[in-house]
């Protein structure tokens, strides 16, 4: 997506807000007096993936961002004593996704493997009020002319409309909760810089939201009665991309009346730096190998997101 957000921001008929909706800032607040412990457990995760989790001596990003993500995914699972709902979730890997919708006169679809979904067995709730969706219709689209939004999509023969969430009718994990990306191609130019990266947050939030408002109400355009809401985030190993997305219409045609809207957290730090081996100057050590420049708060957000719904 060639302009990143704010392209994405057109095709899916959406409305930014910066920064984390209410609830999930109440969330994070909450549990801030509960991270005590939750801090020395989650710099510990970070020391297993960046030091102890390989025989590398410096592990690639490669290695380290599965690790780091797969460990603070078990430390959200540990709150699952507190808030016994949280055993409702199923985490799904490589299912595949498809939605398709008119944006003015084109024809678009979003389909493929996108990440890792947690899914659950009740939807989030709206994080908008019926107002604040409301006063989306007085919001103006930004638009591209004379360059066409669509400029860098890939053209493709549509022979079947296809709307798929991925999961068979009945599975009792039906509803999207949050996607998960990990960037952690060893090589820069083949990872998603951080404004590509939440672009594609943002359009698959969207398809996965789509596809399940289709699946519950059918294919025909409308404003939902029941928004739904669908997270993202997106990490390297280091950098943090947080997300809520809220599908309020299927009525995708034109840009006028009620918009979608999507809150974004962007490029929170875990840690600056993890140096694995010690700088040493004239023989002398002026840096030890460690973690440094740690931000518990990031985890603070990423549990939150975890929460939502439940808490």
Known sequence: ???????????????????????????????????????????????????????????????????????????????????????????????????????????????????????????????????????????????????LPTIDLQEVNVYKELNDTGFRDGYPYSHPHTLFFLESAKNCPDRFRPEQLRAKMLMFAFGNALAKAKALYGNDPKVLEQPIVVQSIGTDGQLFQFMVFQLNTTDLVSSDGIKNLVWIDSDQKLYETALCLPKIKKRVVVKPAGIYGFEPDTFKKFLALYLHGTV
């Open 1 to 147: 997506v060639f302009a990143g957000v704010r392209q994405a921001q057109w095709l899916t008929k959406t409305k930014l807000v910066e920064g984390l909706p209410p609830s999930v800032r109440a969330i994070a607040d909450s549990t801030a007096q509960g991270l005590r412990e939750h801090e020395e457990r989650v710099r510990a995760a970070v020391s297993h993936a960046r030091f102890w989790g390989s025989r590398e001596v410096i592990p690639t990003r490669e290695h380290f961002c599965p690790v780091l993500f797969e460990d603070l995914l078990h430390l959200c699972r540990l709150m699952s004593g507190k808030y016994p709902s949280l055993s409702k979730r199923m985490l799904a890997r490589n299912y595949r996704i498809a939605a398709t919708w008119e944006r003015e006169s084109t024809l678009l679809q979003i389909r493929g493997r996108n990440g890792i979904l947690l899914n659950s067995m009740v939807p989030i709730p709206p994080v908008a009020s019926k107002e604040e969706i409301l006063a989306t219709k007085e919001h103006v689209l930004e638009t591209f002319h004379p360059i």
